[in-house]
T-cell receptor
Framework: AAGVIQSPRHLIKEKRETATLKCYPI?????VYWYQQGPGQDPQFLIS???????DKGSIPDRFSAQQFSDYHSELNMSSLELGDSALYFC???????????FGPGTRLLVL | GQQLNQSPQSMFIQEGEDVSMNCTSS?????WLWYKQDPGEGPVLLIA?????ELTSNGRLTAQFGITRKDSFLNISASIPSDVGIYFC?????????????FGKGTKLSVKP
C-alpha cells in the first residue's frame, strides 16, 4: 500500500540558511500534519492543513511557514536556520481530520 | 496545554516475557493511539482506540481505552527481539478541521543483556 513520502530524507544546512521539506500524502488523504522531533524527544505538532487550508497551528516558529498545494502535497519552509532546528521532521496524513494519522519516514535536518 | 504521562520510561525485556505500558492524562481525549518508532524512522501505527472502554487486539498486542477517557494501556504478550524500539502513546481531540496528536514521552524497550 502507498505510504506518506517525504523528501529529502537527509539535509545538512548551515546557520541562517533556508530549507524546504516536502511531503506527499497517501492518495485520497486531504489532511496533512507536520511534527518536529528533537533527539530523545516525542514528536511535537507544528502545523496542519485540511483541504489546502491551514487548519491548526502548534509550536511553529515564525521563521517557518508551510502550505498545501492543489495536489495535496505540502511543503515546510524554514528560514534563518538555527542550531536548535536540528531534528527529525515528520509529515503525517489522514483521510480527514478525525481519521487515523499515518506518518512518513521523516526528514533528518542537521544545522551546522 | 494537554500533557500525557507515559510509563515506564524504559524497560528491559527477555524473549517470551509479557510487557505492559500505560499513559495517563489530566484531560480527556476522543481517540487514543499507540505507535512504535525504530531509530531514524517514522512512527508506525499499532492500535487505534475510538471508544471509552474499548479493548482492541492486534496479534500479540492488546490496548484499552480507559473508561474515563483519560488513560490507555498497551500490553505485548510473549515478546520477541523485534519488539525492541520506542513505543509512544498519543491522544487526539478533533473538532472541525483540527485533529493534531499529543504524544507521551515514550517507552523504550530494550533486550535484557
Amino acid at each position: 500500500a502507498a505510504g506518506v513520502i517525504q523528501s529529502p530524507r537527509h539535509l545538512i544546512k548551515e546557520k541562517r540558511e533556508t530549507a524546504t521539506l516536502k511531503c506527499y500524502p497517501i492518495p485520497r488523504h486531504d489532511t496533512v500534519y507536520w511534527y518536529q522531533q528533537g533527539p530523545g524527544q516525542d514528536p511535537q505538532f507544528l502545523i496542519s492543513f485540511y483541504e489546502k487550508m491551514q487548519s491548526d497551528k502548534g509550536s511553529i516558529p515564525d521563521r517557518f511557514s508551510a502550505q498545501q498545494f492543489s495536489d495535496y502535497h505540502s511543503e515546510l519552509n524554514m528560514s534563518s536556520l538555527e542550531l536548535g532546528d536540528s531534528a527529525l521532521y515528520f509529515c503525517a496524513s489522514s483521510l480527514s481530520p478525525q481519521e487515523t494519522q499515518y506518518f512518513g519516514p521523516g526528514t533528518r535536518l542537521l544545522v551546522l | 496545554g494537554q500533557q500525557l504521562n507515559q510509563s515506564p520510561q524504559s524497560m528491559f525485556i527477555q524473549e517470551g516475557e509479557d510487557v505492559s505500558m500505560n499513559c495517563t492524562s489530566s484531560s480527556i481525549f476522543n481517540t487514543w493511539l499507540w505507535y512504535k518508532q525504530d531509530p531514524g524512522e517514522g512512527p508506525v501505527l499499532l492500535i487505534a482506540l475510538y471508544k471509552a472502554g474499548e479493548l482492541t487486539s492486534n496479534g500479540r498486542l492488546t490496548a484499552q481505552f480507559g473508561i474515563t477517557r483519560k488513560d490507555s494501556f498497551l500490553n505485548i504478550s510473549a515478546s520477541i527481539p523485534s519488539d525492541v524500539g520506542i513505543y509512544f502513546c498519543a491522544g487526539q481531540n478533533y473538532g472541525g478541521s483540527q485533529g493534531n496528536l499529543i504524544f507521551g514521552k515514550g517507552t523504550k524497550l530494550s533486550v535484557k543483556p
